[in-house]
């Protein structure tokens, strides 16, 4: 990727935002299916390491709710991994963790919608979908 296309929302140049169904198709290499919008709220269809998952954007409450994202971050179980320790580790902590709410608006965070995406901040986009896929991509 060379170009990262972002936006940035009340004159704050610090804190860009993102599309993410745009990052999730560029930066993550996730196969998004389908993007839709009703009343404030975005589901996004996708598919990454060959697994499929739904997300659920909420952008008045200022969260993302991703049902099923055990199956986002694991890896196929019968892709084998260069396990060092380090990578036994992280495969660890994320072992057993079922649905989950990010309320960004916790941290002061927002979420801005737009008629073809969600927009999230950079930096939130990145730690939640960026680290699963550089940690079981198909390059271990």
Do not use: H
Not at 44 to 59: H, R, V, W, Y
Not at 89 to 118: H, M, P, R, W
């Amino acid at each position: 990727m060379e170009t990262l296309y972002l936006r940035i929302y009340n004159g704050n140049e610090y804190l860009p935002y993102v599309g993410l169904k745009y990052w999730l198709s560029t930066a993550c290499k996730a196969s998004v299916s389908s993007i839709s919008y009703s009343s404030g709220k975005y589901t996004i269809a996708a598919q990454a390491l060959g697994k499929s998952f739904p997300l659920e954007i909420n952008s008045a409450a200022n969260t993302i709710y991703c049902p099923t994202w055990a199956g986002f971050i694991f890896p196929n179980q019968n892709v084998s991994l260069k396990t060092d320790t380090i990578m036994f580790y992280v495969k660890k902590i994320f072992t057993g963790q079922k649905s989950i709410t990010f309320n960004l608006g916790q941290y002061g965070f927002k979420i801005y919608g737009g008629l073809e995406d969600a927009y999230i901040p950079l930096c939130v986009a990145n730690q939640l979908f960026t680290a699963p896929m550089t940690f079981f991509s198909d390059n271990f």
